[in-house]
């Protein structure tokens, strides 16, 4: 049987030293404060929404909400985000997605001040990640590398195999393992004969929004399997993109879903809005 890569519990170690941080932040007057922007009506969203502003507050952090209205034009969410990258109280600016299909994300995402970019998605804060410099990662890639450190799983030199290459979480990924001197294979939607990349995965990532799709004859005896999938099973429970009672028999580590990456994502936010908070001191 693997071992549990218990994001859940590193998630509340990471937030108990955030605390003690703020703490000595606040004493310097720095109070962080996130501001959200949320654009329309996502039943999903105001689910994220609302752990966010849970976590943040139970840990100091200050939390701001603009809730727009589904009609809201780009000029006035770009007008929205320009007011909060002037104000020296704000500290990170996420706006939550997805967004109303009229609005152009990419645009919205390029015009909040790369040193607010607590997502990670400025073009700025992913060319410095590609330079191997100090920026803010992307959330979730951050996280399964906290995590993957957290456990002494070797990276260097190790093969990780990582399917899916969205913008949020495949993309940075590659560069996250990059740095950390893996040799990585990325995976999409138009790779023929996928099991035969998954199959020589020391660190196999998966995600792609496919309920169970990574079956145990497509995984390494040994390896260690990330699953980032969130998906609901035909009994409407929560499930990854890995069948885990059947992968979790042949490799070394795995996370489960839930209690995985998800918590990480979110301790990660805090970790950047923090950082983001401590670079207003220089
Ligand atoms: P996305 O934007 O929908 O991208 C999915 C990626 O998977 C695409 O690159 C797609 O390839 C690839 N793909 C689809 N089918 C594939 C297949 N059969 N074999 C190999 N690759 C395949 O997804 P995302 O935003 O990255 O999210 C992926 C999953 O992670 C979702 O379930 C999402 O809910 C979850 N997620 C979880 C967290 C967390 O904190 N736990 C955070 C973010 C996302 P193409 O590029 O060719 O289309």
Do not use: W
Request: aromatic fraction near 4%; charged fraction near 25%.
């Amino acid at each position: 049987m693997a071992i549990l890569l218990d994001g859940k519990n590193l998630a509340k170690k990471i937030r108990d030293d955030l605390k003690d941080e703020i703490i000595q932040l606040k004493e310097k007057g720095i109070i962080p404060k996130l501001a959200v922007i949320m654009v329309g009506e996502d039943g999903a969203s105001k689910i994220y929404l609302r752990n966010k502003s849970k976590a943040c507050k139970e840990i100091g952090i200050q939390f701001e909400e603009y809730l727009l209205k589904e009609n809201t034009t780009m000029d006035e969410l770009k007008n929205i985000i320009s007011k909060l990258n002037s104000k020296k109280d704000i500290h990170g600016i996420l706006l939550q997605s997805p967004i109303p299909s009229n609005l152009n994300i990419n645009d919205a995402f390029y015009s909040i001040v790369p040193s607010k970019d607590v997502d990670g998605f400025h073009p700025i804060n992913v060319g410095k990640l590609c330079l191997s410099q100090d920026t803010f990662v992307s959330c979730t890639p951050y996280g399964i590398v906290k995590l993957l450190e957290e456990y002494n799983i070797p990276i260097q030199g190790k093969h990780v195999v990582i399917l899916g290459r969205s913008n949020i979480v495949g993309k940075p990924l590659i560069q996250c393992m990059l740095n950390k001197n893996a040799t990585v294979t990325v995976c999409h939607s138009k790779t023929i004969h996928v099991e035969e990349y998954t199959k020589s995965a020391d660190i196999l990532i998966v995600a792609i929004g496919k309920e169970k799709f990574i079956k145990a004859d497509m995984v390494k005896r040994g390896s260690t399997v990330i699953d980032v999938g969130i998906n609901r099973d035909n009994d409407g429970k929560l499930c990854g993109d890995v069948d885990f009672n059947e992968v979790e028999k042949v490799v070394n580590y795995i996370t489960p879903v839930p209690g995985g990456v998800g918590p990480m994502t979110i301790a990660m936010l805090m970790c950047n809005l923090v950082k983001a908070a401590r670079n207003q001191e220089l």
